[in-house]
């Protein structure tokens, strides 16, 4: 397969034109929902259950309390409901899955990654896709959403404890964002061709006339929270490169376009919320600064397709849907590594190297471009206080961001936020490389068997989900290293997150003034972009030159 440049330009352009054109309507949309004072009939009885008293606001210790204690009972529910399975309806006969894949499943899907070290066709039935890992897909991303809108509401407010009450943020945000807008993409999945029934399907070889069952399900209502929410987990093993999930390149240029939508938008969102939209510009400036020049770098090594293991395969093709071929493969790719995705419609592991490493630098970036349901955001808008800190020690004066003052609290929080992910990657994998037993996992020899590793790690730590196809981590070890991973990369940084919420919602506002930085505009969409990039060169760039650079080498 060779690729195509002009097909390539046409696709990325499509896509730049269609989020642009819904930035504004559907960023105000998310502003009013996140800022509105009264409740839908459905959001009221889901109050009534719950006990939730809907006009009272938390303070930041409750509203985090309440966002870890809700995380940490659907893990413990999808934990229990997988091991019980055999005795549930719906379940075709498949016995309770097993502890360690039950486990590393349950912390998976509550945590927005969505690694699946199983076979789902094979391993869970409908009632446990339908009634766990779907609803966990619809409620792992609005708890990324309203941490973000937690963290927005801290830089907005002044004087206060308050920022807001996550079970009002969690109803309104999966009511009126995620619901609506997965029913609709759903419809259409449907229409383009994705299965949606409840039966085994028939599938008969043109060539042959051999006919076959092959299971189906509730396909198109699954994938479309899996993409929209930025979830990832496939309702068939091969993900979105299976015809059951992705039939065609239109459907694959949609799932794109969806897994892009939400995070794309909420920087518009933030502007009006903060009441600068200059802010909000400047924030989705870097965005998309971040994803063309990592989807330029994506197309030139997938056309270069550098390494010696593509070039002993005959060039790109072994790993690669030949429905799709390398544009769309490499689009998807990019764009799934962006964000915290993780759905794949190409074997990742089937990439060429130096692909295989932009990849890798996707998430290690932090997936802020424009990244998860909310998680992008929020990490972004710590970067930015970051660069703001930069840029007050040039001109020795005390930062600020927004009319708040970035003293010693606020950095150390951004401080430790940007050190918890590249310290579990690299820790994790550097501990994972010392075990010869565990390494026979990883089947591959040289920089590859590394990249392997360090791409698992990344991928559980940055709750992205997407893998090297070569490393399997079902058993203890690895279940366990990866469940730590996914565990501490998504909660840690919420926890810093909403304590910075609820220090800046404490300051009152400082106005303007001749030294005050700027925080809008090219100059500083330039340093924010220059941070985001230095400090992930600064991180990993050891780690990659001993895998996908190194392999990527190779002669």
């Not at 987990?233 to 892009?260: D, K, Q, R, T, W």
């Not at 544009?327 to 799934?336: G, K, N």
């Not at 992910?421 to 390494?439: E, F, H, K, N, S």
């Amino acid at each position: 397969m060779t690729f195509n440049a002009a097909s390539f330009a046409v696709q990325v352009g499509a896509l730049v034109i269609v989020l642009a054109a819904l930035h504004k309507p559907l960023g105000v949309y998310l502003a009013r929902v996140f800022e509105g004072k009264t409740s839908s009939r459905p959001e009221r009885l889901f109050y009534r259950l719950a006990g939730v008293d809907a006009t009272t606001e938390q303070t930041w210790p409750v509203y985090l309390r309440s966002v870890l204690a809700f995380s940490a009972v659907s893990i413990l529910a999808v934990f229990g409901l997988q091991r019980l399975q055999g005795a549930l309806p719906g379940s075709g006969s498949l016995p309770g899955v097993d502890p360690w894949i039950a486990m590393n499943t349950a912390i998976s899907f509550v945590t927005n990654t969505n690694w699946q070290t199983y076979v789902p066709e094979s391993t869970v039935g409908i009632f446990v896709q339908m009634t766990l890992l779907a609803v966990q897909n619809f409620l792992s991303a609005a708890v990324g959403i309203v941490v973000v809108v937690a963290l927005i509401r801290g830089i907005a407010r002044t004087r206060t404890q308050r920022l807001g009450n996550f079970w009002v943020d969690l109803a309104r945000t999966s009511f009126r964002v995620l619901l609506p807008l997965a029913f609709v993409a759903a419809i259409l999945m449907v229409l383009g061709g994705v299965v949606q029934n409840f039966w085994p399907t028939e599938v008969t070889n043109q060539a042959t006339g051999v006919s076959q069952l092959v299971p189906g399900g509730p396909v198109a209502s699954q994938e479309a929270i899996k993409i929209l929410g930025t979830n990832g987990g496939g309702y068939f093993n091969a993900n979105s490169a299976h015809p059951f999930e992705n039939p065609n390149a239109l459907i694959s240029f949609f799932e794109v376009f969806l897994l892009l939508l939400i995070p794309s938008a909420l920087p518009y969102a933030f502007g009006r919320m903060v009441g600068d939209q200059k802010q909000g510009f400047t924030v989705a400036a870097v965005m998309g600064t971040l994803w063309l020049a990592s989807i330029a770098l994506m197309g030139w090594a997938m056309a270069t397709a550098q390494g010696t293991a593509t070039a002993a395969a005959g060039g790109l093709g072994e790993g690669f849907e030949q429905r799709f071929g390398p544009v769309p493969s490499a689009i998807f790719a990019t764009s799934t590594t962006l964000t915290s995705t993780g759905a794949v419609n190409v074997a990742h592991d089937s990439l060429p190297p130096l692909a295989g490493g932009v990849a890798m630098v996707n998430m290690m970036l932090g997936e802020v471009a424009p990244g998860g349901t909310g998680s992008g955001l929020y990490g972004l808008l710590i970067l930015s206080i970051i660069s703001v800190f930069i840029a007050g020690l040039m001109v020795g004066r005390t930062p600020e961001y927004l009319g708040k003052k970035i003293g010693p609290t606020e950095m150390k929080l951004a401080a430790m936020y940007i050190l918890v992910t590249p310290t579990l990657v690299l820790a994790l994998a550097g501990i994972t490389v010392l075990l010869p037993d565990i390494m026979a996992n990883a089947p591959a020899t040289g920089p590859h068997q590394f990249s392997e590793v360090l791409y698992a790690f990344t991928s559980g730590a940055n709750n992205n989900g997407s893998a090297f196809g070569g490393i399997t981590t079902s058993g203890p070890y690895l279940s366990v290293m990866m469940g730590l991973g996914m565990l501490l990369g998504r909660f840690l940084p919420i926890v810093l997150v909403i304590a910075l919420a609820g220090s800046l919602a404490r300051q009152r506002k400082i106005p303007a003034s001749a030294g005050t930085v700027p925080t809008h505009g090219p100059l500083f969409g330039s340093l924010l972009l220059g941070v985001t990039v230095i400090m992930t060169a600064l991180s990993y760039f050891p780690a990659l030159a001993l895998g996908p650079l190194a392999e990527g080498l190779l002669k």
